[in-house]
């Protein structure tokens, strides 16, 4: 890769990782899950406890979740993060730069109603938030071992960082729902769980407003700013991602096309049907469907089988192909079969 591809690529990570999530966004899905909370230790680790809007949730919600423990720890570098150092003859808080912080929590004995300074209510409720001696990123060797400990980790991961977040989740068999880019499935790293039923998406699959930095670069489209001057943007390809149990299940998808060789062509290079749309699966057909990503949000693995993935055709041995269709590249797709098909 050459040294601008390099620079681009970065510079394009940069500018995709600073969004963060409103407190509606992350009360509407939490709130599902609320009893696998009970007696847990949770790990926010991507989380300024200052401004982030998951550690905000906890605490307002940590006596009726009945949680353990709560931990937020924060990225120094982060540009939403109000930099402070702790004074640790007096526990009060002096700005600083570049450096880390960790907010623990054990019980709450009075609620928070967001007036009273952050760092008084901790304190006063037996807690701590200390100056951790790095940045506070999440793959440091103290942040991962508040990863050991904890039970579920709740969080909204910088998007280029996303794949490694879950890698560290899944080698210490960690519980955890993550709010992540819809293109981050198809990752070789990813994408063999999906296909296992090993994770699934949450409940929210698409549309997400999150706030963004003040330098944040103006968009022509899905960008706007408020009356108080807050910039926001919005995905329409954002998600959650969770191995905890759905309190309800997909219902099955009503299918009402029959198959037609016209209008379902095979690929060039692989045995599979092209299906545009989700709702144009047809009921009746046997063999390998190429559907779109979208695809996941009705999936029900009593109805469908994931049996790989159309993308580079090199990503690992789910990626069984190149989709190539009339001698044209199409957008990555999964591959699933009908396990119940309507003769």
Not at 64 to 90: A, E, H, P, V
Not at 250 to 256: E, Q, V
Not at 267 to 280: H, K, L, V
Request: proline content about 4%.
């Amino acid at each position: 890769m050459s040294g601008n591809s390099i620079l681009n690529k970065a510079k394009k990570a940069s500018n995709n990782d600073e969004f963060y999530t409103t407190y509606e966004t992350v009360e509407e899905e939490l709130s599902r899950y609320a009893e696998q909370f009970n007696d847990k230790s949770v790990l926010c680790n991507c989380d300024d406890p200052f401004e982030s809007n998951f550690c905000r949730y906890f605490i307002d919600n940590f006596n009726t979740l009945k949680l353990k423990k709560l931990i937020c720890t924060s990225y120094g570098k982060s540009k939403l993060l109000r930099r402070y150092s702790i004074d640790t003859k007096t526990s009060s808080l002096h700005e600083r730069d570049g450096v880390g912080y960790a907010l623990i929590l054990s019980h709450i004995k009075q609620d928070y109603d967001g007036v009273e300074d952050i760092v008084d209510f901790v304190q006063n409720n037996g807690g701590t938030i200390k100056r951790l001696k790095g940045d506070g990123d999440f793959r440091s060797d103290e942040c991962i071992e508040f990863l050991k400990e904890c039970d579920i980790c709740a969080t909204n991961p910088p998007f280029s960082l996303f794949t490694e977040l879950f890698v560290l989740l899944e080698k210490y068999k960690k519980k955890y729902i993550l709010i992540g880019n819809q293109n981050a499935l198809t990752y070789k790293e990813i994408f063999p769980y999906i296909m296992k039923n090993k994770t699934r998406i949450g409940y929210r699959f698409g549309e997400m407003a999150f706030r963004v930095p003040a330098d944040a670069e103006p968009h022509t489209t899905r960008f706007w700013i408020d009356e108080d001057g807050q910039k926001w943007r919005s995905l329409g390809n954002a998600m959650w991602l969770t191995n905890l149990k759905k309190t309800d299940s997909n219902i099955a998808l009503n299918l009402t096309q029959k198959y037609d060789p016209e209008k379902y062509p095979k690929f060039d290079n692989y045995d599979a049907i092209y299906i545009p749309r989700t709702i144009d699966i047809p009921m009746d057909y046997e063999g390998v469907m190429a559907v779109p990503i979208t695809f996941l949000k009705y999936y029900d693995s009593k109805q469908f089988e994931i049996v790989g993935e159309a993308n580079h055709g090199s990503d690992g041995p789910y990626d069984l192909f190149k989709p190539i269709l009339n001698g044209k590249e199409k957008f990555k797709r999964l591959l699933v079969k009908n396990k119940r098909p309507i003769k």
